[in-house]
C-alpha cells in the first residue's frame, strides 16, 4: 500500500483518488476550498442557481463506468446557433436531423455535413486509440497505421471546416469547437472537429440541480472508499529531493509525507509556486495561455419563447474576435456570447415564471484590470450586443453579477484565468501540453491543463490515466503489492 496525496479537488483528482483507493492504496485529498469540484461549481442568488463551469454532459459512460447512477436528461436540441445575418442553426442530437437543418440554413450543405460528420467520427475513433488511450510517451497498443492521417495532420480547425463548407455561416459553426479548449480556430489543429462526433453520436446531457451535482456524487464515492478529504486545506508546497517527492506542505506548516503527489491544479501553478521549474513555465510560456472567460449572470423576469437550453449568438467578425482575444489581448468589441438557461429544462434552477441566464464570453487571460473598460460596462456591452441580435433583456433583468478573469484565477488557482492552461497552437499542440507523469518520480499530473485536456470527460479519463500510473509505479518502489 502506498501513501498518495492528491492536491486540489476538481474532477481528474477527484477520479484518480477514487481510483487509487479502490485500488488499495491510502489516499489523503487536500482541497483549498471548502468544496469538491473544480470548475463544477455554482451559484445562488434569490432563489436563482447559476453553474459557474460547464452546462453540459458528454461521454456520460465515463461517469457511470465510476459508480456515478444520477438519473441524466439527454438534450433533443445540443444547441442553437444565431448569425449577425439573423439566421439559426438548430443542432440537434440527431445526425439525419442535423443534416437536414444544414440544408435548410444552406441548401446544398446537407451533405457536406454528413461528410464532415462522418471525418468527426473517423478522427474520434483515431483518437480514443491513441490520444486518448493513455498517457503521453507510452506508444498506444491499439493504434492503426492511417490514425494519424485520420487527424488531418497539418491542417486547422478552420482549414477544416473550409475544406468541407462554402457557407461561411457553417465554417464560423465549426470553428466554435476551438473554444472547448480554449483556443483560436486559425490555429487550433483540426483534431478538435471530433467534437461533433461525441454530441451527435453519444449526445448531450444535464443533470436534474445542474452539473455540480456530480461532484456531490463523485464525493460520497469517495467517503465510500475511505479516501480521506480535507477541505479548506491548502496545499502550499510539493516537497522533493533531487529526484522524488516526498509529501507535501500545507498553508498551516504541517508537513505530510507520500510516496505519490498527484497534483490536480494548473501546470503553470505546479511549476511555478508549488516545486518551481523555470524550464518548465518557459516551455509553457512559449505555448501561450489559453483564453479566459467572462461571465454574465442575470436573474431573468418572464419566460423567453422559444429559448433552448444552450445558445450561442455569433459575432459578425469571427477572425477580428480572436485576433482581439489572442493578439490584441483586449475583450472582444464585438463578442460571441454563449447562453446558458437550465431553467428551461429545469424549473428548480429559477424562481416561477422565471429564468436563469449564464452568458458567458471568450476573452484574454491575464489581469482585466488592463481591460480598456471595467466589468460593468463590459456587461453592458455583452447585453447590447444580444439586443442587437434578437436577445433584447431590458425591462426583466432582475440582477446582473460578473466573473471576470481574476475571479476565475482566485477562484481556481488558474494564473490569469487562462481556464484551460495553455493554447492548442500548431498540429502538434496536444502533445506539447505537460504530460501526466512530473519531473520528479511520484510526481502526476492531472487536471485541464495537462494530457488528455479541459473538458469534464477528458480531465476524468485523465484521472483515470493517472491511477494507472501510480498503480504500475507503486509497486516497484515500495515493494508491496496494491490490492
Same mark, same amino acid.
Given at each position: 500500500m502506498a501513501e498518495v496525496i492528491v492536491v486540489g479537488g476538481g474532477v481528474g483528482g477527484m477520479v484518480a483518488a477514487l481510483l487509487l483507493a479502490r485500488g488499495g492504496h491510502r489516499v489523503r485529498l487536500y482541497e483549498k476550498l471548502d468544496r469538491l469540484g473544480g470548475k463544477l461549481a455554482e451559484r445562488e442568488r434569490d432563489g436563482f442557481a447559476f453553474s459557474l463551469?460547464?452546462?453540459?454532459?458528454?461521454?456520460?459512460?465515463?461517469?457511470?463506468?465510476?459508480?456515478?447512477?444520477?438519473?441524466?436528461?439527454?438534450?433533443?436540441?445540443?444547441?442553437?446557433?444565431?448569425?449577425?445575418?439573423?439566421?439559426?442553426?438548430?443542432?440537434?442530437?440527431?445526425?439525419?436531423?442535423?443534416?437536414?437543418?444544414?440544408?435548410?440554413?444552406?441548401?446544398?450543405?446537407?451533405?457536406?455535413?454528413? *461528410?464532415?460528420?462522418?471525418? *468527426?467520427?473517423?478522427?474520434?475513433?483515431?483518437?480514443?486509440? #491513441?490520444?486518448?488511450?493513455?498517457?503521453?510517451?507510452?506508444?498506444?497498443?491499439?493504434?492503426?497505421?492511417?490514425?494519424?492521417?485520420?487527424? *488531418?495532420?497539418?491542417? #486547422?480547425?478552420?482549414?477544416?471546416?473550409?475544406?468541407?463548407?462554402?457557407?461561411?455561416?457553417?465554417?464560423?459553426?465549426?470553428?466554435?469547437?476551438? #473554444?472547448?479548449?480554449?483556443?483560436?480556430p486559425y490555429r487550433a489543429p483540426a483534431a478538435l472537429g471530433c467534437v461533433p462526433a461525441i454530441e451527435h453520436g453519444d449526445g448531450g446531457w444535464y443533470v436534474r440541480g445542474g452539473l455540480p451535482r456530480l461532484a456531490d456524487d463523485l464525493a460520497c464515492l469517495l467517503l465510500g472508499a475511505g479516501v480521506d478529504v480535507r477541505t479548506g486545506a491548502e496545499v502550499a508546497e510539493v516537497t522533493a529531493g533531487p529526484s522524488a517527492v516526498s509529501g507535501v506542505v500545507l498553508a498551516s506548516g504541517e508537513r505530510v509525507a507520500a510516496d505519490a503527489v498527484v497534483v490536480n491544479a494548473d501546470a503553470a501553478a505546479l511549476y511555478g509556486r508549488l516545486l518551481p521549474d523555470r524550464r518548465r513555465l518557459r516551455r509553457m510560456a512559449r505555448l501561450g495561455p489559453s483564453s479566459s472567460a467572462f461571465l454574465l449572470l442575470a436573474g431573468v423576469t418572464g419566460r423567453t419563447e422559444g429559448l433552448p437550453h444552450h445558445s450561442v449568438v455569433f459575432s459578425a467578425d469571427y477572425r477580428g474576435e480572436f485576433a482581439d482575444i489572442f493578439g490584441r489581448r483586449v475583450p472582444p468589441h464585438d463578442p460571441t456570447v454563449y447562453i446558458g438557461c437550465s431553467a428551461v429544462d429545469d424549473p428548480s434552477q429559477a424562481p416561477a415564471g422565471a429564468e436563469n441566464w449564464v452568458m458567458l464570453v471568450n476573452v484574454p487571460a491575464g489581469d482585466p484590470g488592463r481591460w480598456p473598460m471595467t466589468p460593468d460596462a463590459y456587461g453592458d456591452r455583452v447585453l447590447e450586443t444580444l439586443a442587437r441580435r434578437g436577445h433584447d433583456l431590458s425591462g426583466r433583468l432582475r440582477f446582473t453579477e460578473t466573473f471576470t478573469p481574476a475571479d476565475l484565477s482566485e477562484r481556481y488557482g488558474a494564473p490569469g484565468g487562462a481556464i484551460y492552461g495553455t493554447a492548442y497552437r500548431g498540429a502538434l499542440a496536444p502533445f506539447r501540453r505537460p504530460g501526466n507523469r512530473g519531473p520528479r518520480r511520484g510526481l502526476y499530473l492531472v487536471g485541464g491543463s495537462a494530457h488528455p485536456g479541459g473538458g469534464l470527460p477528458l480531465v476524468a479519463m485523465g484521472g483515470r490515466i493517472v491511477a494507472s500510473l501510480v498503480q504500475q509505479d507503486m509497486p516497484a518502489r515500495t515493494g508491496t503489492e496494491a490490492r
Amino acid at each position: 500500500m502506498a501513501e498518495v496525496i492528491v492536491v486540489g479537488g476538481g474532477v481528474g483528482g477527484m477520479v484518480a483518488a477514487l481510483l487509487l483507493a479502490r485500488g488499495g492504496h491510502r489516499v489523503r485529498l487536500y482541497e483549498k476550498l471548502d468544496r469538491l469540484g473544480g470548475k463544477l461549481a455554482e451559484r445562488e442568488r434569490d432563489g436563482f442557481a447559476f453553474s459557474l463551469g460547464p452546462s453540459l454532459l458528454t461521454l456520460p459512460e465515463v461517469f457511470r463506468e465510476l459508480g456515478v447512477t444520477r438519473e441524466l436528461v439527454e438534450l433533443d436540441e445540443l444547441c442553437r446557433y444565431r448569425f449577425a445575418d439573423g439566421s439559426e442553426l438548430r443542432a440537434y442530437r440527431d445526425p439525419a436531423r442535423m443534416a437536414a437543418e444544414v440544408e435548410r440554413l444552406a441548401p446544398g450543405e446537407g451533405a457536406s455535413w454528413r *461528410a464532415f460528420h462522418q471525418w *468527426a467520427a473517423t478522427c474520434l475513433d483515431a483518437s480514443r486509440r #491513441t490520444f486518448f488511450a493513455g498517457p503521453l510517451g507510452r506508444r498506444p497498443e491499439q493504434a492503426r497505421l492511417g490514425d494519424l492521417r485520420a487527424v *488531418a495532420p497539418g491542417r #486547422t480547425l478552420d482549414g477544416l471546416a473550409r475544406r468541407f463548407f462554402r457557407d461561411p455561416r457553417l465554417r464560423q459553426y465549426v470553428g466554435r469547437y476551438a #473554444t472547448y479548449a480554449g483556443s483560436s480556430p486559425y490555429r487550433a489543429p483540426a483534431a478538435l472537429g471530433c467534437v461533433p462526433a461525441i454530441e451527435h453520436g453519444d449526445g448531450g446531457w444535464y443533470v436534474r440541480g445542474g452539473l455540480p451535482r456530480l461532484a456531490d456524487d463523485l464525493a460520497c464515492l469517495l467517503l465510500g472508499a475511505g479516501v480521506d478529504v480535507r477541505t479548506g486545506a491548502e496545499v502550499a508546497e510539493v516537497t522533493a529531493g533531487p529526484s522524488a517527492v516526498s509529501g507535501v506542505v500545507l498553508a498551516s506548516g504541517e508537513r505530510v509525507a507520500a510516496d505519490a503527489v498527484v497534483v490536480n491544479a494548473d501546470a503553470a501553478a505546479l511549476y511555478g509556486r508549488l516545486l518551481p521549474d523555470r524550464r518548465r513555465l518557459r516551455r509553457m510560456a512559449r505555448l501561450g495561455p489559453s483564453s479566459s472567460a467572462f461571465l454574465l449572470l442575470a436573474g431573468v423576469t418572464g419566460r423567453t419563447e422559444g429559448l433552448p437550453h444552450h445558445s450561442v449568438v455569433f459575432s459578425a467578425d469571427y477572425r477580428g474576435e480572436f485576433a482581439d482575444i489572442f493578439g490584441r489581448r483586449v475583450p472582444p468589441h464585438d463578442p460571441t456570447v454563449y447562453i446558458g438557461c437550465s431553467a428551461v429544462d429545469d424549473p428548480s434552477q429559477a424562481p416561477a415564471g422565471a429564468e436563469n441566464w449564464v452568458m458567458l464570453v471568450n476573452v484574454p487571460a491575464g489581469d482585466p484590470g488592463r481591460w480598456p473598460m471595467t466589468p460593468d460596462a463590459y456587461g453592458d456591452r455583452v447585453l447590447e450586443t444580444l439586443a442587437r441580435r434578437g436577445h433584447d433583456l431590458s425591462g426583466r433583468l432582475r440582477f446582473t453579477e460578473t466573473f471576470t478573469p481574476a475571479d476565475l484565477s482566485e477562484r481556481y488557482g488558474a494564473p490569469g484565468g487562462a481556464i484551460y492552461g495553455t493554447a492548442y497552437r500548431g498540429a502538434l499542440a496536444p502533445f506539447r501540453r505537460p504530460g501526466n507523469r512530473g519531473p520528479r518520480r511520484g510526481l502526476y499530473l492531472v487536471g485541464g491543463s495537462a494530457h488528455p485536456g479541459g473538458g469534464l470527460p477528458l480531465v476524468a479519463m485523465g484521472g483515470r490515466i493517472v491511477a494507472s500510473l501510480v498503480q504500475q509505479d507503486m509497486p516497484a518502489r515500495t515493494g508491496t503489492e496494491a490490492r
